[in-house]
């Protein structure tokens, strides 16, 4: 079973902090993504990355930044978070082959 | 570009009623059709897929068709249980682009 595991379940920051949020895959999939969700919008694309150190911007990169200096892990940076970053965020991963994507449980951040 | 609209919730219904949650969708290629679910407090679990035209994905008593001339991929079961409250996401995604397209969610809860 492909199994991806985030950092954190839950976590409170306060604004202007920078907040690192991490996503490991098991599975050596090439591609990992992180997205945001909201109430009402589903899920949003932030950043994804093809392979290691390769990274492209989603719908929504203003804000963040991502990390993958090894192909099993993605970081998610909030440089200075403010309050509507507060949400739900997922990674998920898979194979450049495939098109299906498998996702983590799950960041909860509350921004202050 | 693509995109997904699925129907609003929430859904509520009795235990062993019918459920559909209408999903179409626009595409410019030949995407492949998912449902996602989402329990409480967890991440999205890929519930079914279809890859082509007329196939049927089926999953835990869920079934949906891939309908090109309708664009729809509605999810269907005939008899939910508790167990199946949960929000539910419709998504597609092109094997030559890299981020999936998802729906807004719709939100069953299923009553004893």
């Known amino acids: 079973d492909v199994k991806v595991t985030q950092s954190s379940r839950y976590l409170v920051k306060r604004t202007g902090e920078k907040v690192f949020l991490e996503c490991v895959q098991d599975m050596d999939h090439e591609n990992m993504f992180w997205y945001r969700q909201d109430p009402g919008l589903g899920l949003r694309l932030i950043y994804f990355s093809y392979d290691v150190k390769m990274k492209e911007k989603g719908d929504i990169p203003e804000g963040y930044s991502v990390s993958r200096e ?38 909860r951040l509350l921004v202050l | 570009g693509n995109s997904v609209t699925q129907m609003e919730g929430p859904v509520t219904l009795s235990e ?11 595409a410019t290629g030949y995407p492949s059709l998912f449902w996602y679910v989402q329990y409480p407090g967890e991440g999205l679990q890929l519930l079914l897929k279809a890859t082509k035209a ?11 068709t891939y309908r090109k001339e309708t664009t729809s991929f509605h999810l269907e079961k005939g008899s939910v249980q508790v167990s199946d409250s949960a929000v539910y996401f419709c998504a597609l995604s092109e094997r030559n682009n890299n981020d999936m397209r998802f729906g807004a969610g719709t939100r069953l809860t299923v009553k004893p």
Do not use: H, W
Request: charge should be neutral; aromatic fraction near 12%.
């Open chain 1, 70 to 107: 090894k192909k099993e892990r993605f970081s998610l940076i909030l440089e200075s978070a403010s309050t509507n970053q507060t949400s739900m965020y997922l990674c998920a991963s898979r194979l450049t082959a495939l098109v299906t994507q498998y996702f983590g449980p799950g960041t």
């Open chain 2, 16 to 26: 062993e009623a019918f459920l559909t949650i209408n999903c179409t969708y626009t």
């Open chain 2, 54 to 64: 007329d196939d049927k994905g089926s999953n835990k008593g869920f079934e949906a």
